[in-house]
T-cell receptor, first 111, second 112 residues
Framework: DGGITQSPKYLFRKEGQNVTLSCEQN?????MYWYRQDPGQGLRLIYY???????QKGDIAEGYSVSREKKESFPLTVTSAQKNPTAFYLC??????????FGPGTRLTVL | GEDVEQSLFLSVREGDSSVINCTYT??????LYWYKQEPGAGLQLLTY?????DMKQDQRLTVLLNKKDKHLSLRIADTQTGDSAIYFC????????????FGTGTQLKVEL
C-alpha cells in the first residue's frame, strides 16, 4: 500500500528537550511538507522540501529544523527554542505540488 | 498577500444541504481545494477547482467560485452524519514552491 506514515501518533516531551517527528512516504513524491495545526488557526507551513538535500523555511520555521537526506523521508525536529510546541503536526507530500497527500499526524504535548 | 478565511462552525440537520464558505485575497491563485479532516486524522482531498472555472460538481459536492469577489463555496447535498468533520479550503499560487495556503477550517456538525 502506498501512503504517508508518521510516527509516533502521540509524543510527550519535557520542556527543554529536542524531539524528532518521523515522516516517511512510499509514493515516490519529490516534494514534502510539514504543517502545524492549532485549534481555530488552520494549518501553518513550517518547512518544505522540493527535492532531496534541499529545503526551505515556511511561515513559522523558528524553533524547528528538518533534513531531507532521502526522497522517502523528511523528519522534523522540534527544538527547545520553540516556545509553544504543543500542537498537532501534519506531514504531506506531492508529486508536483498539484495534490498534497497527508499523513495521519503526530500530536505533540509538552509536559 | 495570502489570507484565506472561513467561518469556524456550521450546524445542519441530516438530509439538508450544507454550504461552507471561504474567502481569499490573492487573485493570482491557480487552483483552489477543499480538504476534509476527521477527528485526530490527516487531511483528505475532497475536490478542487481551477481558477478559470466557475463551478464543479462531483456527486454530492458542488464547488462554486466567484473570482470577482474571491469567494469559494462547497455545497454538500443530502448531508449525512459521516460528513461531520472540519473542512478546509486552500489556495495554490503559481510558483513559489507549490505551497498551499489553508483557511482556518469550518467545523461541520450534522445533527439527527
Amino acid at each position: 500500500d502506498g501512503g504517508i506514515t508518521q510516527s509516533p501518533k502521540y509524543l510527550f516531551r519535557k520542556e527543554g528537550q529536542n524531539v524528532t517527528l518521523s515522516c516517511e512516504q512510499n509514493l515516490n513524491h519529490d516534494a514534502m511538507y510539514w504543517y502545524r495545526q492549532d485549534p481555530g488557526q488552520g494549518l501553518r507551513l513550517i518547512y518544505y522540501s522540493q527535492i532531496v538535500n534541499d529545503f526551505q523555511k515556511g511561515d513559522i520555521a523558528e524553533g524547528y529544523s528538518v533534513s531531507r537526506e532521502k526522497k522517502e523521508s523528511f523528519p522534523l525536529t522540534v527544538t527547545s527554542a520553540q516556545k509553544n510546541p504543543t500542537a498537532f503536526y501534519l506531514c504531506a507530500s506531492s508529486i508536483s505540488g498539484w495534490e498534497q497527500f497527508f499523513g495521519p499526524g503526530t500530536r505533540l504535548t509538552v509536559l | 498577500g495570502e489570507d484565506v478565511e472561513q467561518s469556524l462552525f456550521l450546524s445542519v440537520r441530516e438530509g439538508d444541504s450544507s454550504v461552507i464558505n471561504c474567502t481569499y485575497t490573492d487573485s493570482s491563485s491557480t487552483y483552489l481545494y477543499w480538504y476534509k479532516q476527521e477527528p485526530g486524522a490527516g487531511l483528505q482531498l475532497l475536490t478542487y477547482i481551477f481558477s478559470n472555472m466557475d463551478m464543479k460538481q462531483d456527486q454530492r459536492l458542488t464547488v462554486l467560485l466567484n473570482k470577482k469577489d474571491k469567494h469559494l463555496s462547497l455545497r454538500i447535498a443530502d448531508t449525512q452524519t459521516g460528513d461531520s468533520a472540519i473542512y478546509f479550503c486552500a489556495e495554490r499560487i503559481g510558483g513559489g514552491g507549490n505551497k498551499l495556503t489553508f483557511g482556518t477550517g469550518t467545523q461541520l456538525k450534522v445533527e439527527l
